[in-house]
């Protein structure tokens, strides 16, 4: 059977949903697993150090596409690993400025995917942090700075909240304890509420970031709909299961014979917003009733 490589940047338990929307692609394409194709399972557990030697390691296997889960860290590794085997990646950073494709429409190398909306709704998603919060006069973001486009993204915000006349504290964190660490520094800020960065480790952290922020008291917002379900305030972003279900349509084309430089990036548009009523009550947090019209649900 031929072996499509998943290299994840963060734990199987983490990214159970989107492996299962990208085997729902996949199957959609032609291909289920154990019967006409195998899949092979590469996890860094959000060491992204080992990324390296585990793409390094699916191209000895020389597997048919190796599949880059958990944003542009895992496949930037993949990229580095191989110049011939295609890759399909999922992120939500920019292919073209990282280096990934000469252009969206024709990716020109072995690299095609699925560029999700999430790094773009930084700015939407302060400006509904200040809806949410209008008092707050500054507002602080939470960065794994191990994360490739944490630089970008905090300069992006640090442009955004200067346009809505807030200020904007970084707080960064690559690890569990520094995440604990990171939520007791917001106190002496003076915040009004903490944004959490796009990032695979903070995917997998979902529970334990909205545990701190019902703990500290912190109007906290993120993108998938995991941590909303998890106690966090709201969730706003790309679909992930969008994002994921058309990297498995696309990685089953390549299986049957097309090459990446022929298939362009596609843009996964789909956005969708949760948000935790109960969450709201207990913060005493009044949701503007224009965000509860637009929530794809609203969890009580």
């Given amino acids: 059977l031929p072996v499509v490589g998943i290299l994840g940047s963060a734990s199987s338990e983490a990214y159970a949903p989107m492996v299962a929307a990208f085997r729902r692609g996949l199957a959609e394409a032609g291909y289920v697993e154990g019967r006409n194709v195998a899949i092979e399972f590469r996890w860094a557990d959000n060491h992204y150090d080992r990324l390296p030697a585990l793409a390094a390691d699916l191209v000895r296997r020389q597997v048919a596409v190796i599949v880059g889960v958990g944003g542009s860290v895992a496949a930037t590794a993949a990229k580095s690993a191989t110049s011939t085997i295609p890759i399909v990646f999922t992120g939500s950073g920019d292919p073209v400025k990282l280096g990934y494709v000469a252009s969206l429409a024709r990716p020109g190398g072995n690299l095609t995917g699925i560029a999700n909306l999430n790094m773009e709704l930084g700015p939407k998603r302060l400006e509904l942090t200040s809806q949410l919060v209008p008092t707050a006069k500054s507002i ?13 993204l905090t300069i992006e915000l640090r442009t955004a909240a200067q346009t809505l006349g807030l200020q904007l504290h970084v707080l960064r964190a690559s690890n569990e ?16 509420a903490l944004l959490i960065g796009p990032d ?8 334990q970031l909205a545990t701190l922020g019902l703990r500290y008291a912190i109007p906290t917002i993120y993108q998938y709909r ?11 972003g790309g679909s992930v299961t969008q994002a994921y279900h058309l990297t498995g349509v696309y990685t089953g084309r390549i299986l049957g014979g097309a090459k990446p430089a022929d298939l362009p990036v596609q843009q996964s548009t789909k956005i969708e917003l949760f948000i935790n009523l109960k969450t709201a009550q207990a913060l005493g947090v009044t949701i503007p009733p224009t965000l509860l019209t637009l929530a794809d649900e609203v969890i009580e």
């Fill in 140 to 152: 602080a973001v939470l960065v794994n700075p191990a994360n490739f486009n944490a630089e970008a």
């Fill in 200 to 207: 695979s480790f903070f995917n997998g952290r979902s529970q």
């Fill in 177 to 192: 304890q520094e995440i604990d660490q990171a939520f007791a520094a917001f106190a002496p800020l003076r915040a009004g």
């Fill in 226 to 236: 995991e941590f909303a379900a998890a106690g966090g305030l709201m969730s706003y």
